[in-house]
């Protein structure tokens, strides 16, 4: 099992520890809620040293990354693009970010449990464009720093102004001997800032952040605040048998591009879009889990992809992809948990209102 390099210091705030995706990870320090509720109200770090990083060198780099991806990738050393990798069929095989860090440096930033699969996809397809591949995610740590107050203690921390970044864009700033790539991206739909960098700089930055009142945080309030914010999570609301159309991410696949892996196909399944993803409250406390059937009366017309009791909710909330004649609002439906069908309805998947900053000049 392998672990990051903030590991010991996990233990030190004595976290509860879970294997996923290979390392032993943090699943929360104090508690879930306690700790969803500082990156919405305050400020939250995580360790996402685990997910992949590949670094794409060569004259042909920009051109294999928009052949290897749904979305348009352009030389702007400033922006961060979200997109997909596809297969012919037009499935994801998963969601990334893009850093184009030069026309012949162009940095992927994959999800952890595909890492080793999307090297092996990204390898076979790189011949015949003059770049290489390198798998380069051992090299280095990543934390995310979430939340309202961010802003105001971010510059302070990397002593480098970066507030100013507007989402979805980053920068390399100078930190002690070196650098780090900085980003105002994150997973939990709060302003916040990625930090990507050799081992040691990424310490430095979490015991700095902690010194600030920034409460740790584990992957349980992770997944309890992407999935508030209604962002996707590869496995549940994406996968190989998900079309980007049928998971909501169509705003990722540019058909208008000239050619990427999977486009035919993508073409295809925008025409014949038969499921969606939908939002749904339940009727009664339960909670509804990943792959739980749905129901229409006594038709099976798909399955829960996520589903919680969120503090601050009064009643049980989720996603699932069903067939798409099901998805109106205020449809009644059925999850079958543990063998009882426990009434349910559709509603919108807006359960938070993002608080991205997009600021003026970009």
Request: glycine share 8%; aromatic share 12%.
């Amino acid at each position: 099992m392998k672990k990051t390099s903030l590991y010991e210091h996990h233990l030190k705030l004595n976290s509860k520890m879970i294997e996923y995706a290979g390392y032993l990870m943090p699943v929360y320090y104090q508690g879930i809620q306690s700790e969803h509720h500082s990156v919405r109200t305050h400020m939250g770090v995580f360790d996402v040293s685990h997910m992949g990083e590949f670094l794409i060198e060569g004259k042909d780099a920009l051109t294999f990354v928009n052949y290897l991806v749904s979305n348009i990738i352009v030389d702007d050393l400033s922006k961060v693009t979200y997109t997909l990798l596809l297969n012919e069929q037009g499935y994801p095989l998963d969601d990334l970010l893009v850093y184009v860090i030069g026309k012949e440096n162009i940095l992927l930033v994959v999800n952890a449990g595909n890492k080793e699969k999307d090297f092996d996809w990204v390898s076979s397809k790189v011949d015949g464009f003059d770049c290489v591949a390198r798998d380069i995610s051992d090299n280095f740590s990543q934390i995310a720093i979430q939340g309202p107050k961010t802003q105001d203690i971010i510059d302070k921390i990397l002593d480098a102004t970066v507030s100013d970044l507007s989402f979805m864009h980053y920068k390399v700033v100078p930190y002690k001997e070196g650098h780090v790539i900085v980003s105002r991206t994150g997973y939990t739909g709060e302003d916040g800032f990625e930090i990507y960098g050799y081992h040691n700089f990424i310490i430095d930055l979490w015991n700095d952040s902690l010194a600030l009142d920034v409460t740790p945080c584990g992957l349980g309030a992770r997944d309890t605040l992407r999935f508030q914010a209604n962002l996707p999570l590869y496995g549940q609301e994406i996968s190989e048998t998900i079309t980007p159309y049928e998971a909501g991410l169509g705003f990722a696949v540019k058909l208008d591009k000239m050619n990427f892996i999977g486009k035919e196909a993508c073409i295809k399944h925008k025409e014949e879009k038969t499921r969606k993803l939908v939002g749904f409250e339940l009727l009664e406390k339960n909670i509804p889990r990943h792959d739980y059937e749905v129901y229409k009366d006594e038709k099976l017309i798909g399955h829960v992809t996520t589903g919680y009791l969120l503090a601050g909710f009064e009643k049980p909330i989720g996603l699932a992809l069903i067939e798409k004649e099901y998805g109106k609002l205020g449809t009644e439906i059925s999850i079958k948990i543990r063998n009882k069908m426990v009434p349910a309805s559709i509603r919108d998947k807006k359960f938070y209102t993002k608080n991205y900053k997009k600021l003026g000049g970009f």
